[in-house]
């Protein structure tokens, strides 16, 4: 039975890369789609302000925990676990799989200039993933909304990826997942990784303070719920 952990409010299931495999190989035989998501420290932070995340954090098959401090914000002591998460990055399992298997994809990106520049790693990185169409999403209106939805639909990819600066591919997907014509959907969150020219790091002060700023706002939540 898989193991429910709880981080300010938010409950979602702990795996290990290994379960991600099993799911997503589970996955291609069946009817409905399932949703994978990017589990970081500034989308548990951006969900304290935004009850539509949380639900979309809850309601995915896998909330893929990315950041070792997740592990601790969880309350626990797992060097195994944060070891699986170091060594075995959501981007790279994702990625191998989708190579290996030949998989034919759908990309969604927020901008055109983000969208293109996913679709130039991957072609570069795992030539052997089929990438069958792209677009982008700028916004919320009925007519992209249903543009980009009948595009998906039309391509019926085995698996849609989709990298969000700001969230609203995260939000797309939870209301519109019943629409969708794919067996799997990748959240890949902003893929800053993959964005970041020249292979450049974030500076140690970004990191530090990106990681401080998490660890205050778990420290007050824990410390205001004790007081309930």
Request: a negative charge.
């Given at each position: ?30 009817e ?10 500034n ?44 060594e ?12 290996h ?5 759908f ?10 520049k ?11 993933i089929?990438?069958?169409?792209k ?7 009925d ?12 391509w019926?990819p ?6 969000s ?21 990748f ?19 970004n ?10 706002m778990v ?10």
């Amino acid at each position: 039975m898989s193991e429910k952990i709880e981080i300010m409010g938010i409950s979602v299931e702990k795996c290990y890369a290994e379960d991600v495999m099993e799911s997503i190989n589970q996955q291609w035989y069946q009817e409905t789609l399932a949703t994978y998501g990017v589990l970081t420290m500034n989308l548990l932070l951006a969900a304290q302000q935004d009850e539509e995340l949380k639900e979309y954090i809850e309601t995915l098959d896998k909330a893929v925990a990315d950041e070792p401090e997740i592990v601790k914000a969880a309350g626990l002591e797992d060097k195994e676990w944060e070891n699986d998460i170091s060594e075995h990055g959501f981007f790279g399992t994702v990625f191998w799989l989708l190579n290996h298997y030949k998989n034919e994809i759908f990309l969604l990106g927020e901008n055109e200039e983000d969208t293109e520049k996913l679709y130039g790693y991957l072609q570069e990185k795992y030539p052997d993933i089929v990438i069958l169409g792209k677009d982008f999403l700028i916004g919320d209106e009925d007519d992209q909304v249903d543009k980009v939805i009948n595009e998906i639909n039309m391509w019926n990819p085995q698996a849609v990826l989709s990298c969000s600066r700001v969230y609203d591919l995260e939000r797309f997907v939870k209301r519109h997942r019943k629409k969708i014509n794919t067996k799997l959907w990748f959240s890949l969150g902003s893929c800053l990784d993959i964005f970041r020219e020249g292979g450049k790091k974030p500076s140690w002060l970004n990191r530090f303070m990106e990681k401080n700023n998490f660890k205050k706002m778990v420290s007050k939540y824990n410390e205001d719920m004790e007081k309930m």
